[in-house]
């Protein structure tokens, strides 16, 4: 028998009641580890920014358009070495409920811009500039769907219209399967040309949701975004350009503010826990009182009960947390799969993180049953029935 | 016989509101080393506080007490902690087992207090159990046993680390004639084959029978010796 095998017995002196404080603290922890796995995710959005990459919107906002004619006038700027622009879509396959993350672009420049996010073929390149009506298609969305290359699909829209079937939908024939570059690119997305987009929408032709730039340095970013918002001051579009990586996480902020979500809900769910732990434990120790009055008669010191006590509401948190952390990461891995949510993980910042307040929970909820065993005058205990 | 535990002058005083209550004052005793007293005394007459005193887990409020050439009143509370866990063998009325662990970890648990060995912890926890007559018992627990097996139990505990003082308060007032008589001739077996010197509080005559001296304990006073 060792301190650890004592302080584990009496832990679970009383089974059920041990194994309900467990429960209670694996739920908080894994409410803890998912929520922050999100938000990592979202963190992490625009994580694949380039840093050299810049993103020009309406002042308004970014669903209202520019004139596409701007394109030529920022590629003129000095120290933009390329520029491209995108619309969105707001594409589906077959169902409203099969979102696609769509977008018309500019097929020359647009995916040398992403080529740092992107692989593709220089056969699939020169057939995807060949074809309008081809579409590059991200790997996880392909094998979502079965799709390959040849196929022809239909992908309809949420907000245009085609004027030449009256229908929202445009056919598209899949030229490219784009690989991903690097760890964070999101490859359940597809892209097609600007110009088949342009020429049979109802409404909204000649303009660009955002233009994308590489700026020939980073050091130049703050430069050029400053020359084009001043190009276009005072126009009836007028632009607000920003990093790129600044676009995403201002597109994520208007979900809401995640972080302050997970500090309540976790805040939440930890100051419940840490009463109902304290208060058990407190209750635990308080039961025992007349066994620690006979430890210490036996000649334990008062600073050994005090650890074990601690080592004991410690030991808990830790048999309730660390477990936690590990489904949380495990369910996080399956969201990612499955999402295709590149983020979404349980980094080691956040593990410590929930470790760091593992030993928190314990450290409060012991400290003061610790503290009294330590201080428990052994004549007084024993007379306690 | 040389004196192993003696006090000289003891005093214990409580303080209780404006009235300090004296529960006994100028108290002087000597124990020989291998003697086997019983004190007897009625309620409140300062018997357990005695041997609270004897076995350093209370202050004298004023004399001195000595074991061994050392003196208890003048060691700080880790130090008394170290000497009842090398000297000192509890035994308590109501057994005082810790439920959540089976009968040989009741036993060994003064053995965490040692420098030994996982091996040497359990041979002696065997063989204090052998004694006791309780090695097949090993694995109960203390809600899986009478209260005379407890109570053998609870002396395996005590002489386990094999103290050279057993302090038995009231060790058979919870149970039956037949039980007590069997763990008061243990006690007797310890104190007569091992050498264990042994104080024990009791309200039995009969149980003071089985002690080698009889000391009588009223309103603070020994009021009378007898050989037993």
């Not at chain 2, 009143?73 to 130090?79: A, L, R, V, Y």
């Amino acid at each position: 028998m060792t301190d650890f095998s004592l302080i584990l017995a009496n832990l679970f002196s009383r089974k059920l009641r041990a194994i309900l404080m467990l429960v209670a603290i694996f739920f908080a922890f894994l409410i803890f580890g998912v929520l922050a796995g999100v938000q990592n995710g979202f963190n992490n959005i625009g994580g694949s920014a380039g840093e050299n990459r810049l993103v020009t919107i309406n002042k308004i906002n970014f669903t209202q358009p520019m004139p596409i004619s701007y394109i030529e006038r920022i590629r003129a700027v000095e120290g933009v070495a390329r520029a491209s622009y995108a619309n969105w879509f707001g594409g589906y396959y077959q169902e409203g409920r099969n979102q696609i993350v769509t977008f018309a672009i500019d097929p020359e420049f647009y995916m040398d811009i992403y080529a740092t996010d992107y692989k593709l073929s220089a056969d699939q390149r020169a057939a995807f500039l060949a074809d309008r009506s081809g579409l590059l298609v991200g790997q996880k969305l392909a094998e979502r769907w079965g799709w390959k290359l040849g196929d022809r699909i239909p992908l309809s829209s949420n907000i245009y219209t085609n004027k030449n079937t009256g229908k929202q939908t445009w056919d598209f024939t899949i030229v490219g399967i784009l690989e991903p570059a690097q760890e964070n690119a999101d490859t359940s997305v597809a892209f097609f040309h600007h110009a088949y987009f342009n020429e049979s929408v109802t409404f909204g032709r000649d303009t660009a949701g955002w233009i994308v730039i590489e700026t020939a340095d980073k050091a130049l970013n703050t430069d050029v975004s400053k020359r084009i918002d001043a190009m276009f001051a005072n126009s009836p579009a007028e632009t607000a350009t920003d990093t790129e990586k600044a676009f995403n996480q201002a597109f994520v902020g208007q979900l809401g503010n995640i972080t302050l979500i997970v500090t309540l809900v976790v805040g939440a769910a930890f100051a419940t826990i840490l009463m109902i732990v304290g208060n058990t434990m407190a209750m635990a120790v308080r039961e025992r009182t007349k066994e620690i009055g006979v430890m210490k008669t036996l000649g334990f010191p008062s600073g050994r009960i005090f650890k074990m006590v601690l080592g004991e509401s410690l030991l808990l948190a830790m048999l309730g947390g660390l477990p936690a952390l590990g489904v949380s990461a495990l369910l996080l891995e399956m969201m990612r799969k499955s999402v295709g949510f590149p983020g979404l993980a349980l980094t080691l910042d956040f593990t410590a993180l929930g470790i760091a307040i593992m030993l928190a929970l314990g450290l409060l909820t012991g400290i003061i049953p610790a503290w009294n065993a330590l201080r428990l005058n052994i004549v007084t205990a024993l007379g306690r029935q | 016989m040389t004196a192993l535990i003696s006090i000289q002058g003891g005093a214990k005083r409580f303080v209780k509101g404006r009235e300090t209550i004296t529960i006994f004052d100028h108290l002087d005793m000597t124990i020989e080393a291998g003697d086997f007293i019983a004190i007897m005394g009625p309620s409140g007459s300062g018997k357990t506080t005695l041997l609270n005193l004897l076995g350093g887990i209370d202050r004298a409020t004023s004399g001195s007490i000595t074991f061994a050439g050392q003196r208890l009143d003048q060691m700080s509370e880790g130090q008394l902690s170290a000497w009842r866990a090398a000297n000192v063998g509890f035994i308590f009325q109501f057994y005082n087992l810790m439920p959540a662990l089976n009968a040989a970890r009741n036993v060994e648990l003064p053995l965490l207090l040692t420098s030994l060995g996982g091996g040497e912890r359990r041979k002696r926890v065997e063989t204090a159990l052998q004694i006791v007559g309780l090695a097949e018992r090993a694995k109960h627990y203390p809600r899986e046993m009478s209260g005379g097996q407890q109570q053998r139990v609870a002396i395996a505990r005590a002489i386990v680390a094999d103290p050279r003082m057993l302090l038995c308060d009231e060790p058979t007032g919870d149970l039956d004639r037949k039980t007590a008589d069997e763990i008061l001739s243990m006690l007797q077996l310890l104190n007569k084959e091992m050498g264990k010197t042994i104080i024990m509080v009791t309200h039995d005559p009969e149980a003071a029978r089985y002690a080698s001296r009889v000391l009588h304990l009223d309103k603070g006073r020994f009021v009378e010796q007898v050989a037993a």
